[in-house]
């Protein structure tokens, strides 16, 4: 896959010149743990390799002599302006990547117009964010056992101003990540091998451990057990609270408490996405978490023409999994999809560089959107349709 190509050994953030650029920059920067945690798909990590096959197999069919000097990318998502047809997805841990990883990447968002997702399981206080960063923000949810966290985030996250809530729906069960758990003797603790590497990093240790210290579960530490809000000591804690009972009646359960948008994020059927909006949803994320919970999971791309031919433009549908060029994000867009979420091509920006790697990464992909939306004869995102793709 040409995305995985190693970039020149003297690639620096000003001379990347796209998101496998930035990939490379992020696997030099940061320990190989830290790399790992980003990077790996569950188990065979079939589903994770599946969502970049699945974009490569769809080629564009531009069509042509069609004046395109007007183009721009404006469009509007959840019923809301949007400088982009992008929204960064709800990624845990994100100052692991960066000391202020999540303020980092709400900060670029803002800046670009386009919504950021804070994720239950985030290293800096919902509130921090929304003082910091402005911008549109959602939050995301999981509903964990202990029922009283997600009534906790949602409150705060209403008080707080959040615009939307994003309700995972696929991880009633903890996926397994194989070349993540190889790094660690037992949760929490490096093998001698990882600790070693982790050595050769010092910039990132002295940030860690010295001028920030280790990243918290800042949202939920009040709920976790002593000494297990950290990433080291939360890792043998989390994987427990996960609930496998949630169900549609959770829905209503929800709406006690969260009165704004509401999106579920891991539909995948177009029975789902009907009933997601009987049900009021607003929205869904048609997503298989970057492949990091069921494995051999359908590409959200490719479940995306049947449900956009069932609930049509009767709810947003945003997509995600895999998209690190312009071309896959018109791809999705042009199959129905009102944006694209970006989980890991922003986090290799982050680590790759903090903010301006974050800001790069953005341009890149916005540029090459750009580029590409001119290439086939279209002045405007509505202007896209299923007549610009072909399954190959
Ligand atoms: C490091 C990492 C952490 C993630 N954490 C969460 C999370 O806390 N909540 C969630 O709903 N999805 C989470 N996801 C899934 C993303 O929201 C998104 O679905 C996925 O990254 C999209 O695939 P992509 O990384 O190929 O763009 C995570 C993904 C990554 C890579």
């Known amino acids: 896959m040409p995305w995985k190509r190693r970039p020149n050994a003297r690639t620096t953030l000003e001379r990347a010149r796209n998101i496998a650029d930035l990939r490379g920059l992020a696997r030099r920067r940061v320990p190989g743990l830290a790399f790992e945690y980003v990077e790996g798909g569950a188990e ?19 069509q042509t002599l069609i004046d395109t000097s007007r183009r721009q990318l404006r469009t509007a998502i959840l019923g809301a302006p949007a400088e982009a047809p992008l929204v960064i997805a709800p990624t845990g841990l994100n100052n692991m990547l960066h000391p202020q990883g999540d303020l980092v990447l709400a900060r670029c968002a803002a800046r670009r117009g386009i919504p950021f997702t804070l994720s239950t399981l985030s290293t800096t206080r919902l509130e921090e964010i929304a003082t910091g960063a ?3 923000l959602w939050m995301q949810l999981y509903v964990f056992k202990d029922r009283a966290i997600a009534r906790d985030i949602m409150q705060r996250a209403a008080a707080a101003g959040y615009e939307a809530l ?18 660690f003797s037992a949760p929490g603790r490096p093998t001698p091998r990882a600790a070693l590497d982790t050595l050769r990093h010092p910039r990132w240790l002295y ?33 427990g609270l996960f609930e496998a009972s949630i169900t549609w009646d959770d829905i209503a359960w929800i ?20 009933r997601a ?29 049947e449900i956009a031919a069932t609930v ?24 129905g999809a009102e944006a694209v979420m970006l989980g890991r091509a922003t986090l290799y920006g982050l680590a790759a560089g903090g903010e301006p790697g974050v800001a790069r990464a953005l341009e890149m992909l916005c540029t090459e959107t750009d580029r590409v939306l001119g290439m086939l004869g279209c002045n405007a995102v509505s202007e896209l349709g299923a007549q610009h793709v072909h399954r190959a």
């Not at 996926?175 to 993540?180: A, K, L, T, V, Y």
């Open 134 to 136: 402005g911008g549109r």
């Open 277 to 305: 909006r009987a049900l009021g949803c607003d929205g869904i994320v048609l997503s298989n978490h970057g492949g990091r919970q069921l494995d051999y999971c359908v590409a959200g791309i490719d479940a995306l023409p």
């Open 207 to 239: 940030d860690m451990l010295v001028r920030h210290g280790i990243p918290r579960f800042r949202n939920v530490e009040a709920f976790l057990p002593p000494g297990k809000a950290s990433a080291v000591g939360g890792s043998t804690v989390l994987p």
């Open 255 to 274: 709406r006690q408490f969260w009165r704004g948008k509401l999106l579920l994020k891991g539909v995948l059927t177009a029975g789902d996405a009907e």
């Open 166 to 183: 994003v309700f995972t729906t696929d991880a009633n069960v903890f996926g397994s990540r194989e070349w993540d758990q190889r790094n």
């Open 312 to 335: 049509g433009r009767r709810m947003s549908l945003i997509v995600d999994g895999g998209f690190r060029r312009g071309s896959d994000v018109i791809k999705a867009l042009a199959l």
């Open 44 to 62: 065979d990590e079939s589903a994770l390799r599946g969502n970049r096959a699945a974009l490569e197999r769809l080629q564009l069919v531009p």
